[in-house]
């Protein structure tokens, strides 16, 4: 399983990534889910997967050796692309293209075609943007009124990042709360876990602020666990007892 995050607020952009890739009980494995395509001074781009993991990796390949073009045009990597909207439209041909290839097989051996992508980032002077890419090749993007997306396990890390993201949120507390967001997912599903993959950019810096990732073990996200987990102990204890049946 998987969960990814992405929170555009006004400050920049924060993609959080768990990889954990397992295929049963018994093959349990690790592959970075999250994926960078800069050029510091011209670009920012990041791309974070779910679903098929050879699907996932065929539409990365071909996104770094160039998308076959429309009526015989050129192939275009995604480093090349001129604008965030003409870049996620890249994507979704190339998400579309390996389905062309590979669908067939698939069929045959009665397997889904699954790919979710989140993509961000800014290229020049145009606004940084948020992209959820379906396996169909179309997308939509994140907003002002809802800035942030998800992809894979998502249901257990949405109600913290409802309540607490904001589009002006410091960009900070954005990565903190996607933290909060994936330890939430991490308790409740063991198909999502250690290490994650955390990337940040500055709005406008056209670089990556952060690139790192957290390992099992690492002081600051174990006494993130602890806190959160603290934190939600004591309002619980703080609410009074509901008012219903017999008297205490």
């Not at 800035?147 to 409802?162: N, S």
């Not at 810096?205 to 073990?217: D, P, Q, S, T």
């Not at 690492?218 to 939600?232: Q, V």
Request: hydrophobic share 40%; with cysteine; charged share 20%.
């Amino acid at each position: 399983m998987t969960y990814c995050v992405g929170v555009l607020v006004e400050e920049g952009l924060v993609m959080v990534a768990d990889t954990r890739t397992n295929a049963g009980l018994d093959d349990i494995s690790t592959y970075r889910k999250l994926h960078h395509f800069n050029v510091p001074g011209e670009r920012v781009m990041m791309l974070a997967s779910a679903g098929n993991l050879s699907i996932t990796q065929s539409v990365l390949s071909m996104l770094q050796e160039g998308v076959p073009g429309e009526e015989g045009d050129p192939p275009q990597r995604l480093i090349e692309a001129p604008t965030m909207f003409q870049a996620a439209q890249l994507v979704g041909r190339a998400i579309r293209r390996v389905r062309t290839i590979e669908q067939r097989g698939f069929e045959a051996a009665s397997i889904r075609f699954s790919i979710s992508l989140l993509f961000g980032g800014q290229i020049g002077n145009e606004p940084m943007r948020l992209f959820l890419i379906y396996s169909a090749g179309n997308f939509i993007e994140c907003s002002t009124d809802a800035p942030f997306l998800q992809i894979g396990e998502h249901k257990y890390g949405k109600p913290i990042l409802d309540r607490a993201v904001k589009f002006e949120t410091d960009l900070y507390d954005a990565l903190k709360v996607s933290l909060v967001s994936m330890d939430s997912t991490m308790r409740s599903n063991l198909g999502v876990g250690l290490p994650i993959d955390i990337a940040l950019a500055r709005r406008n810096a056209l670089n990556l602020e952060v690139n790192h990732r957290i390992e099992a073990g690492e002081g600051y996200f174990h006494d993130l666990r602890e806190r959160w987990s603290a934190a939600l102990r004591a309002a619980h204890r703080a609410i009074p007892r509901p008012p219903y049946g017999p008297a205490a």
